[in-house]
């Protein structure tokens, strides 16, 4: 998903960096995720207004969904 995106859906540059990351998330709001998850999703990053894209692989939406509950509308 992120290949075919050439320009920041924020600002509309093409100075996008795509980069292999690691980071924690942690949701202090929500009292059914506690603790922190790691995941090493794939970013795309604008390197003129610093806007971030990133999607997780299936595996940690999975962990993501068994541990938290949807959003109602």
């Known amino acids: 998903m992120l290949d075919a995106i ?3 859906i924020l600002c509309g ?3 996008l960096l795509r980069l292999n990351t690691e980071m924690y998330l942690h949701f202090t709001a929500l009292e059914e995720l506690r603790e922190a998850i790691f995941v090493r999703p794939k970013a ?3 390197s003129d207004c610093g806007f971030i894209l990133c999607n997780l692989s299936e595996k940690e939406l999975k962990i993501l ?3 938290a509950s949807p959003v109602s509308a």
């Open 6 to 8: 050439s320009e920041c």
């Open 13 to 15: 540059s093409s100075k």
């Open 65 to 67: 969904g068994d541990k």
């Open 44 to 46: 795309l990053v604008c």
